[in-house]
């Protein structure tokens, strides 16, 4: 399916079954979830898969963990020049307002939230993403700095999952950081079942 740019979907896996991302037009980042779908107090963890896989960003081959330590997804393959991010949080509207932004906008939170109501789930708190194609980089002293995105059109995120699996992208509607790229503009993903 196609998504467009700001906006939200959601897939059930069942475990081993694969689901692709697929950059259609270049420049877009996808903040991914991942819930075990008997449990969604099960969840993927960007700071347990961090700390299982003594790395910052995975590639190709890495499980990703959930908060019980437990493998809930493996990213099976990447075409795109392999930069993620597991580090910072989703975009929430009070972002928006620190960006100096009046009014409603979409944000990655509220699409978790929209996704997982759709599916009869509530969560108190939103958890961190894995920020498919974010490009952040790392610099002296340990400063972050969000940088355009490297993927380009046609490059593709494969994800196994590893337990059933509620899986949520989000095409990240922001449109007032390098996020996205420096046109600020939004760019549709495809979303596809293997
Ligand atoms: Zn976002």
Redesign the pocket.
Known sequence: MRLEGGHVTSITLAADEQVRITSIEGPQ?V?VWAFNAEDVSEYLSTEHTRSCLEKLMPSAGDILYSNRRRPILTLTEDTSPGIHDLLLS??DSV?YQLLGHTGPHR???D?LREALAALGHRIKSVPS?F?VFENVHIGPGGSLKIEPPLVRAGDQVTLRAEMNAHVVF?A???DLAL?NGPDGKLRPVEISLL
């Open positions: 980042v903040d989703a975009c972002r944000n990655c939170a699409n993403p920020n989000s990240c509607p922001m996020t």
